[in-house]
């Protein structure tokens, strides 16, 4: 079974322009989450989708970032414009249901620099 | 609010001796605990995860965790590190009313001495 797979591995943009991340759940996750790291911090909550649905997105930083997960399958994480703040790792993850018992999977990150 | 802190940001251990990574957390009900590892260039890995029942959590890679409530703590151990264990540790907390959206302690990186 695939895990949590996420597109890029590796980006490295300018300041001001646009980066589109990927992130596809284990087959089956109606949960997935978006993490991040910039550098020097914790790795903090950005968002959570059920399904097609937003469930919280608290964590969202500003409204630069845009995430949709369109037909509830994969997601994609749009940072418009770029700014040299947002250099870290991305961190998506996904989950079958919520509870006791459940494992949040998590992908390998995508690593974003932007110069 | 959910928090955890994990007090030592590093950690030098010569391979073969016994490792113990903290971990304290904040929450008002009990909560989910996990811990994840990510080695250099590598995404997190799940290393084991309390729910309810036994306190001692066994895991992967010899890890154990033990669950103290009346501490707050949740700390990480192993008997014996391999060089392989060389990597930064996270300990998170979540909770089913939070949507299992999970809180991160800072981390502790793991150095390990021939």
């Known amino acids: 079974e695939a895990g949590v797979t996420q597109f890029p591995s590796h980006s490295v943009i300018e300041k001001g322009q646009t980066v589109t991340l990927r992130c596809d759940p284990i087959s089956g996750h109606d949960n997935l989450y978006w993490y991040r790291r910039v550098m020097g911090k914790e790795i903090k909550f950005l968002l959570h989708?059920?399904?097609?649905?937003?469930?919280?997105e608290s964590g969202m930083p500003n409204n630069r970032f845009l995430a949709e997960r369109t037909g509830g399958t994969y997601s994609t994480l749009k940072v418009q414009p770029a700014e040299l703040e947002d250099s870290g790792v991305y961190f998506c993850?996904?989950?079958?249901?919520?509870?006791?018992?459940?494992?949040?999977?998590f992908g390998e990150g995508s690593w974003l620099t932007v110069v | 609010a959910q928090s955890v802190t994990q007090p030592d940001i590093h950690i030098t251990v010569s391979e073969g001796a016994s490792l113990e990574l903290r971990c304290n957390y904040s929450y008002g009900a009990t909560p989910y605990l996990f811990w994840y590892v990510q080695s250099p260039g590598q995404g997190l890995q799940l290393l084991l995860k309390y729910f309810s029942g036994d306190t001692l959590v066994q895991g992967i890679k010899g890890f154990e965790a033990e669950f103290k409530r009346s501490q707050s703590s949740f700390n990480l151990r192993k008997p014996s590190v391999h060089w392989s264990d060389a990597a930064e540790y996270f300990c998170?907390?979540?909770?089913?009313?939070?949507?299992?959206?999970?809180?991160f302690g800072g981390g502790t990186r793991v150095l390990v001495k021939p």
């Open positions: 989708f059920v399904k097609e649905s937003k469930q919280d």
């Open positions: 993850a996904s989950s079958q249901f919520i509870g006791t018992g459940n494992t949040i999977y």
């Open positions: 998170a907390v979540g909770a089913r009313a939070a949507g299992n959206k999970l809180t």
